[in-house]
């Protein structure tokens, strides 16, 4: 792949600039998305270190009735890797489809610090100093206008960055929860997914994300990254029992509103910076 201009969208964390995704466009208009990947993949035969999680987005020839392939790819320590994808057709919602879903640990480790290069573009979707909440994103592609103001309403706020081809949203909040150590991603697709060694001409079957209302989508995976979120943090809390307190100290300054599944960035931008931060040492 050529060495290609990255616009790299970052968030403000402790004074600094902290990368969460960056994107690549091709001369053809295609994308290529590099998200923060996950450290492992849970594996039936047991856990992968992942090396690389690339996500690309590209006019499909497969479908008959026009669309684009949205394919994820997945390479791993071991050298072998996973590709999953999924094809939207036209004028489904806009031309619009749901790439991931995910949480964020803290963003103050060493991987999430900024690459800065002369050639790079670099976008800020928020000033919400808060490294120690549980950020979580979805992300989605759409090569038509939208209005995303439904996520508004909804708790989400949307950051959209146009291309060539494409347009990408990023719709951000925070879940009421001390961020936690690792990731939970939520991927769909319309493909059963491939693994072993990676092939580039290998094609996907000739399948469509199911006609559901992006909203629903949004809703839905934000409640299964919720429940994987209080599953770690039990589980957590378990082996360093004594960090429950503080992180009730945090949860309860933040986070008065109880009606309230997830909040905006905005929402949180306007408390201060004077509150207790979680001792990074107790989760590493």
């Known amino acids: 792949m050529p060495n290609l201009k990255k616009t790299r969208f970052t968030i403000k964390v402790m004074g600094h600039s902290r990368e969460i995704i960056s994107v690549s466009e091709r001369s053809n208009g295609d994308l290529i998305l590099f998200p923060q990947h996950a450290l492992n993949f849970e594996h039936k035969s047991g856990d992968k270190a992942i090396t690389q999680h690339r996500i690309s987005v590209h006019l499909s020839r497969n479908a008959m009735s026009g669309g684009y392939l949205i394919k994820h790819t997945m390479t791993f320590a071991d ?117 072993g060694q990676s092939d580039p001409i290998y094609q996907f079957g000739d399948e469509y994300s199911p006609p559901i209302e992006m909203r629903k989508i949004v809703e839905m995976s934000s409640l299964e990254l919720m429940s994987l979120t209080k599953n770690r943090r039990i589980a957590i809390l378990k082996e360093v029992p004594e960090i429950s307190e503080i992180f009730s100290k945090i949860e309860l300054s933040l986070f008065p509103r109880t009606d309230l599944l997830w909040y905006p960035l905005d929402f949180i931008e306007q408390y201060s910076d004077n509150i207790p931060i979680l001792p990074a040492e107790k989760l590493t």
Not at 85 to 94: C, D, K, L, T
Not at 114 to 123: F, P, S, T, V
Request: net charge neutral.
């Open 79 to 195: 050298g072998s890797m996973r590709d999953q994808a999924q094809i939207v057709r036209n004028g489904s919602e806009f031309g619009s489809g749901y790439v991931a879903g995910r949480t964020f640990p803290s963003q103050t480790t060493k991987r999430y610090n900024l690459k800065e290069k002369a050639r790079d573009e670099y976008i800020p979707i928020s000033n919400a100093n808060f490294p120690d909440l549980c950020l979580v994103q979805h992300i989605i592609v759409h090569n038509q206008d939208r209005n995303f103001e439904e996520f508004i309403n909804i708790g989400f706020s949307p950051f959209t960055f146009e291309f060539t081809n494409f347009k990408i949203t990023l719709l951000n909040a925070f879940f009421p929860i001390c961020a936690l150590p690792g990731s939970d991603w939520y991927t769909p697709m319309t493909s059963l997914p491939r693994e």
